[in-house]
């Protein structure tokens, strides 16, 4: 994995032979020579362009000789100080001294016993009169400008060198309008590759086709062929888009820009669009390039729906900016944008448009055979026991996506660390796999009633997931409490499942009421412990009446928003009449199933005590053992 370049300059990116790399000197070194600067031109100012040549001083006789040659040209005069100039130079030798110099501009005193008539003597020879009187103060501008000049200076260099910093500090004042991506260009460190995005080869076949134009843009400008301008990659959190579209980089030797969409966006409009102008016109000076948007739905959901209810002005702009940007492509410049986004169905379509995201690319969590692939990757700097069976682990882990593969290949390694294992063996794949899906122990003592009760509880779920036909087998209890829950009842299925039955999501909210009934069964009363059992009992019934046509009442339509995209001000055109009927259906398949439930406890109400008196004992039950407490 390439790392980004340092993120405290302004334009952090490095290119092989690209512009020249910026200076890589620190702020504050910059701030101290752009000091030495000042104080050196300000020295310069004052010494060599302000400051006139000195006057010299010469006798009172040698000035009055110089006025009766007629050789004065003007001359100023302060109290008995009178300055002036010569019309040509003069020789003058001061007192002491052989060699004598030219004089042009001269300063004199008048001794305040001459008697002479000087002004008389002057005006005869033509001579300009000057007087100031003494100790004038400077002109205006003269003040304004040695009091307050080099104040206004420093407070100058201060703010710029501050916004400088704040522009290269990613997020910092300065730094609005200029595009945080991170860039990674060819040469800072190894690229990802293909070798390491596995079980998703279907995606990866659709991206080659931009690996080879980004490889030899030319070859595919001269035959005229239009690349697609940019492409959406779709699919859940952690299937590895983001991977993905720096692969296609790395394998193209391209740079990668990358920024998340929501990054863009500031409280201040018009920063994003800046920021998308900034980051388009950095990759188009590297180009060949990639530009990676992440998380496209924060700023590309569709436009003048109930979503975009108030301030969303900033969002639009970013977007069309988005849009302008893409439109005004040729062809030629050889930037190609990825993005990813966990659900395109919510996308403006104007993003979808030909010359835009006109290409499409689902990415699905991966089936039993690419997770056991994905493994693969992830062990390879992993010292794992011969006997470890990847594929076996990757027939436990249905749902899983690469992101969490690789997080319990992490875990996994850390026990073994923890343990002082030389190598990473199954029992620690089993123990990261059980803290991922069960959570992290939490060490609280229960008392006996608890104890008992958790018990019966989960006792309850696990029995009706065994007597259910077609529910997923059972895999684990436990009445360990961890995180939230005081108990667990892990069930998977055997294989991967990809659509789902009515009868197998009636039998899920069965199992969910489970340790509800038990409860109600064994103790004739129930406690909150039931919560979030009723959380996915509602939410698995109300999709199955508003969204997969499950119920005969609403019949096979679609009247529920996909669950994340719901208006927040209830503005998603469902009729009043409609949403109640909705809930009504809703109760009337909670209470059948929750009927089922007490039935099938109050049937085998000896198998439920024989389970919870195994759960009391050991506290954690494996699926064998589970069974074969149940007596099934
Ligand atoms: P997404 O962008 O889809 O949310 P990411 O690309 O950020 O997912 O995935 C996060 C991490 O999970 C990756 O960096 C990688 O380590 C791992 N991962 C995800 N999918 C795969 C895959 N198909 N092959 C290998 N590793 C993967
Ligand atoms: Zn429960």
């Known amino acids: 994995m390439t790392a980004p370049t340092s993120g405290d300059e302004p334009k952090p990116?490095?290119?092989?032979?690209?512009?020249?790399?910026?200076?890589?000197?620190?702020?504050?070194?910059q701030l101290v020579v752009m000091l030495l600067v000042l104080l050196a031109v300000n020295w310069i100012v004052t010494s060599v362009l302000l400051r006139p040549e000195p006057r010299v001083a010469v006798s009172y006789t040698f000035f009055v000789t110089q006025a009766q040659k007629a050789n004065i040209e003007e001359i100023t005069s302060t109290g008995d100080t009178i300055e002036g100039t010569f019309r040509e130079k003069a020789a003058y030798t001061p007192l002491g001294e052989k060699k004598s110099e030219q004089v042009d501009r001269f300063t004199t005193e008048r001794p305040t016993f001459a008697a002479d008539n000087l002004f008389a003597l002057l005006q005869a020879h033509g001579v300009a009169v000057n007087a100031k009187p003494p100790d004038a103060p400077a002109p205006v501008w003269q003040q304004l400008l040695l009091g307050f000049g080099p104040a206004l200076l420093i407070i100058g260099l201060l703010v710029w060198f501050f916004r400088r910093a704040a522009a290269g500090a990613a997020g910092g004042i300065g730094?609005?309008?200029?595009?945080?991506?991170?860039?990674?260009?060819?040469?800072?460190?190894?690229?990802?590759?293909?070798?390491?995005?596995?079980?998703?080869?279907?995606?990866?076949?659709?991206?080659?086709?931009?690996?080879?134009?980004?490889?030899?843009?030319?070859?595919?400008?001269?035959?005229?062929?239009?690349?697609?301008?940019?492409?959406?990659?779709?699919?859940?959190?952690?299937?590895?888009?983001?991977?993905?579209?720096?692969?296609?980089?790395?394998?193209?030797?391209?740079?990668?820009?990358?920024?998340?969409?929501?990054?863009?966006?500031?409280?201040?409009?018009?920063?994003?669009?800046?920021?998308?102008?900034?980051?388009?016109?950095?990759?188009?000076?590297?180009?060949?390039?990639?530009?990676?948007?992440?998380?496209?739905?924060?700023?590309?959901?569709a436009r003048g729906g109930a979503q975009s209810l108030g301030g969303n002005d900033e969002r639009e702009q970013t977007l069309n900016?988005?849009?302008?940007?893409?439109?005004?492509?040729?062809?030629?410049?050889?930037?190609?944008?990825?993005?990813?986004?966990?659900?395109?169905?919510?996308?403006?379509?104007?993003?979808?448009?030909?010359?835009?995201?006109?290409?499409l690319v689902t990415v699905s969590p991966p089936d039993v055979a690419g997770r056991e692939q994905i493994l693969a990757v992830h062990t390879r700097g992993v010292p794992v026991d011969p006997d470890v069976d990847l594929k076996k682990i990757a027939a436990?882990?249905?749902?899983?996506?690469?992101?969490?593969?690789?997080?319990l290949v992490n875990e996994a390694a850390l026990l073994a660390a923890r343990r002082r294992h030389e190598?990473?063996?199954?029992?620690?794949?089993?123990?990261?796999?059980?803290?991922?899906?069960?959570?992290?122990?939490?060490?609280?003592?229960?008392?006996?009633?608890?104890?008992?009760?958790?018990?019966?509880?989960?006792?309850?779920?696990?029995?009706?997931?065994?007597?259910t036909p077609g529910a997923d087998p059972v895999r684990k209890i436990s009445i360990i409490?961890?995180?939230?829950?005081?108990?667990?009842?892990?069930?998977?299925?055997?294989?991967?499942?990809?659509?789902?039955?009515?009868?197998?999501?009636?039998?899920?909210?069965?199992g969910a009421l489970g340790g509800r009934a038990a409860e109600e069964v064994v103790?004739?009363?129930?406690?909150?412990?039931?919560?979030?059992?009723?959380?996915?009992?509602?939410?698995?019934?109300?999709?199955?009446?508003?969204?997969?046509?499950?119920?005969?009442?609403?019949?096979?339509?679609?009247?529920?928003?996909?669950?994340?995209?719901?208006?927040?001000?209830?503005?998603?055109?469902?009729?009043?009449?409609?949403?109640?009927?909705?809930?009504?259906?809703?109760?009337?398949?909670?209470?059948?199933?929750?009927?089922?439930?007490?039935?099938?406890?109050?049937?085998?109400?000896?198998?439920?005590?024989?389970?919870?008196?195994?759960?009391?004992?050991?506290?954690?039950?494996?699926?064998?053992?589970?069974?074969e407490a149940a007596g099934l």
């Open 523 to 627: 103790f004739g009363e129930v406690t909150t412990g039931a919560e979030s059992d009723l959380d996915q009992v509602s939410n698995i019934a109300r999709q199955m009446v508003g969204r997969w046509g499950m119920s005969e009442a609403i019949g096979p339509v679609t009247v529920l928003p996909a669950p994340g995209t719901e208006s927040p001000l209830g503005l998603d055109g469902v009729a009043p009449a409609t949403r109640e009927l909705v809930d009504s259906e809703v109760r009337a398949i909670v209470d059948d199933c929750y009927s089922d439930a007490l039935r099938l406890l109050r049937e085998h109400r000896a198998r439920l005590d024989r389970l919870a008196q195994a759960l009391l004992a050991a506290e954690t039950l494996d699926e064998r053992a589970a069974y």
């Open 13 to 29: 990116w490095r290119v092989e032979g690209g512009p020249p790399k910026r200076s890589r000197r620190r702020p504050w070194v």
């Open 175 to 301: 730094g609005f309008g200029r595009s945080r991506a991170k860039l990674f260009s060819p040469d800072s460190g190894p690229r990802t590759t293909f070798a390491d995005v596995a079980g998703i080869e279907e995606v990866e076949q659709e991206v080659t086709e931009i690996v080879d134009f980004l490889r030899d843009p030319e070859r595919y400008r001269k035959l005229g062929a239009r690349i697609p301008h940019g492409v959406l990659l779709s699919g859940p959190p952690g299937t590895g888009k983001t991977l993905l579209a720096r692969a296609v980089a790395g394998e193209a030797k391209v740079p990668f820009f990358s920024m998340s969409a929501s990054e863009f966006i500031e409280m201040i409009v018009g920063v994003g669009a800046s920021r998308v102008r900034d980051l388009f016109e950095q990759a188009k000076k590297v180009a060949p390039a990639i530009v990676f948007i992440d998380e496209l739905d924060a700023i590309g959901r």
């Open 321 to 359: 900016q988005i849009l302008t940007e893409m439109d005004g492509f040729t062809g030629s410049e050889g930037v190609v944008v990825l993005a990813a986004t966990n659900r395109a169905e919510i996308l403006d379509q104007a993003l979808l448009r030909p010359g835009r995201f006109d290409r």
């Open 481 to 510: 409490p961890r995180g939230q829950a005081l108990g667990v009842t892990f069930q998977s299925p055997d294989t991967d499942r990809y659509g789902y039955s009515s009868a197998y999501l009636r039998g899920r909210i069965t």
């Open 423 to 467: 190598t990473v063996t199954t029992a620690d794949f089993g123990d990261a796999l059980e803290k991922i899906l069960l959570g992290t122990v939490r060490g609280i003592m229960l008392t006996p009633e608890e104890k008992e009760r958790t018990a019966f509880h989960e006792a309850g779920h696990a029995l009706l997931g065994m007597l």
């Open 396 to 407: 436990t882990t249905p749902g899983m996506v690469g992101a969490d593969l690789r997080n």
